[in-house]
């Protein structure tokens, strides 16, 4: 199957700075990527789904301008949080589908603390 | 609109006990079904999955089949061990071919010995 590598594990960083979170696909040419954010209570929420060389489609209710995501290559989304704040610390997976054939796989997650 | 319900947790069991956990959805046509798992930590690992009606998935001892007419896939294992504690997911494709993938709110499972 796929493998997908998420970096940083974990990251903090000071309130009104950017982090950037990067998503690749080691072994597969990932047209579509997910970005997922994870509560508290272990709830995912799926924020965006990364279509290679296209804008991303973000879910109902997710600030676009403050989750940029971009997919430049069939092997690489990033997820920024810009001028991030505390409410945005959380744990952040990606994702990919390779169809029926592969199915979906997820990085490890991104521990994202803002202080 | 499409989604996802298990149980709400934490579930709690002793070890070599049997396990259920439910799960049903809500879709247009025909979804596929999976189980996920997550360790304290980690990020997400595929446990099971079923892509049509009366589709049995399994793995490690786990078990879930999907049933059109109660719109379920439950996840049973027939006796848990210590090592099977984590939150697992119930999740579904809303018929996209694994275009789009949303997870229930998760069960967390703990297993004493």
């Known amino acids: 199957g796929a493998v997908v590598s998420q970096h940083p594990s974990w990251v903090i960083c000071k309130s009104g700075t950017s982090v950037k979170i990067e998503c690749r696909s080691l072994?597969?040419?990932?047209?579509?990527m997910f970005w997922y954010r994870q509560f508290p209570k272990q709830s995912l929420m799926l924020m965006a789904t990364?279509?290679?060389?296209?804008?991303?489609?973000?879910e109902q209710g997710v600030e676009k301008d403050k989750f940029l995501i971009n997919h430049a290559s069939l092997t690489l989304s990033t997820l920024t949080v810009t001028s991030a704040h505390p409410e945005d610390s959380s744990f952040y997976i990606c994702?990919?589908?390779?169809?029926?054939?592969?199915?979906?796989?997820f990085g490890s997650g991104t521990r994202l603390t803002v202080v | 609109g499409d989604s996802v319900t298990q149980m709400e947790g934490p579930v709690t069991l002793s070890e070599e006990a049997f396990l259920t956990i439910n799960c049903t959805y809500t879709?247009?046509?025909?979804?596929?079904l999976f189980w996920y798992v997550q360790y304290p930590g980690e990020g997400l690992q595929l446990l099971l999955k079923?892509?049509?009606?009366?589709d049995k998935g399994s793995n490690k001892g786990f078990e879930a089949t999907y049933r059109k007419e109660t719109t379920s896939f439950h996840l049973e294992k027939g006796s848990v061990q210590v090592s099977d504690s984590a939150v697992y997911f119930c999740?579904?494709?809303?018929?996209?071919?694994?275009?789009?993938?949303?997870f229930g709110t998760g069960t967390r499972l703990l297993v004493s010995p």
């Open positions: 994702g990919i589908t390779g169809g029926e054939t592969y199915g979906y796989t």
């Open positions: 072994d597969f040419q990932a047209t579509t």
């Open positions: 990364s279509n290679e060389g296209s804008k991303a489609t973000y």
């Open positions: 879709a247009t046509g025909y979804p596929s």
């Open positions: 079923a892509t049509k009606a009366d």
């Open positions: 999740a579904q494709d809303m018929n996209t071919g694994f275009q789009k993938l949303v």
